[in-house]
């Protein structure tokens, strides 16, 4: 049974965390939010200790150190801004690191974060839930075959995620650019990731929306064409969805053929903790395409030749 310490308790992520750490019968010995609505703790781990500052967080751990009972990992959901510190805490207590996504907000922090690596022999890893999905799989798997009969082909895809949030959302550090990244990187960051491998890395980028709640663009991958659109805006849920109900919306079309991946979506944090804990998690370089993509969309001036717009932003112009 190995401990795991969790920084971002009161998270909308961190009970995935837990449940994956229990699921994968191990121990949460130490929890860290600054907000302490954190009953869910009582569900899987009732005998962790729970900070509300860092400072008493850092004590607690360097003293199971010191003592011989020591952290293997902590496992990290802050905000995104506050990651690249956290982990660099993580591997200088002397544990490795499991970072939700994204990784980082800057390209140049995971260099940084790869000294560290060297310099404490721990390590950084990374959720990649996509990856993991049997349907995404099997998808990289046809698409490697037909690329092995047609090495030049080039895919035609359309990515479409809309994952409705309220007001709040823009008053937390969700809602603040220079805290969460922006839309691309704070909602999309996994799916740019599964983009480019599968399809290989980015030739060029275009982005024809970004805004606080949506953004949407067009990648020139190796092997594909896609078609962008991510928003937090319930108004451009399709009707259908809306009636049925719902407030989330995905789909991967790949040619005319839709990719179905909504089945098991939030059930991968237990698969990634099992191999993290095997040796085979994501690691910084795994991180890096995704992390360059997102970076560039954040900082790249809104193209006027929407030829190549996702079909969403016509409507959300109309």
């Known amino acids: 049974m190995l401990n795991f310490a969790l920084i971002g308790a009161a998270g909308y992520i961190a009970p995935r965390h837990m449940k994956a750490i229990s699921e994968t019968g191990n121990n949460l010995v130490a929890a860290l939010d600054k907000n302490d609505s954190v009953g869910i703790i009582d569900r899987y781990f009732p005998q962790a200790d729970f900070f509300t500052e860092f400072e008493r967080f850092d004590r607690h751990i360097d003293l199971r150190r010191r003592e011989g009972n020591q952290v293997n990992y902590v496992s990290i959901a802050s905000p995104n801004y506050l990651h690249d510190s956290h982990i660099r805490f993580a591997l200088r207590s002397g544990a490795d690191a499991i970072c939700e996504k994204p990784l980082v907000l800057n390209p140049k922090n995971i260099d940084a974060l790869a000294t560290i690596e ?48 309220g007001n709040w959302y823009f008053r937390s550090w969700k809602g603040e650019t220079a805290k969460s990244g922006g839309i691309a990187s704070n909602i999309g960051v996994h799916f740019f990731d599964m983009l480019a491998w599968i399809f290989g890395a980015v030739n060029e980028s275009l982005v024809h ?23 937090v805006n319930y108004d451009y849920i399709p009707e259908a969805v809306k009636v049925a109900g719902q407030r989330t919306y995905r789909s991967i079309t790949v040619g005319k053929e839709e990719v179905e991946f909504s089945d098991g979506f939030t059930d991968l944090h237990t698969e990634s903790y099992r191999q993290i804990i095997d040796g085979a998690g994501f690691g910084l370089e795994e991180a890096r395409n995704s992390i360059n993509i997102v970076a560039d969309i954040r900082t790249r001036e809104n193209t006027s030749n929407t030829s190549l717009a996702h079909p969403f932003v016509e409507a959300m112009n109309g």
Request: charged share 25%; no cysteine.
């Open 118 to 165: 060297k310099d404490t022999g721990k390590k950084v890893n990374t959720i990649l839930q996509l990856r993991l999905h049997p349907s995404l799989i099997e998808l990289k798997r046809k698409v490697a075959a037909e690329l092995q009969a047609n090495p030049d082909k080039v895919f035609e895809v359309d990515l479409t995620y809309l994952t409705s949030r």
């Open 209 to 231: 929306v970004n805004q606080v709640d949506t953004a949407s663009g067009f990648l020139f991958l190796k092997h594909a064409r896609v078609r962008w659109f991510l928003s």
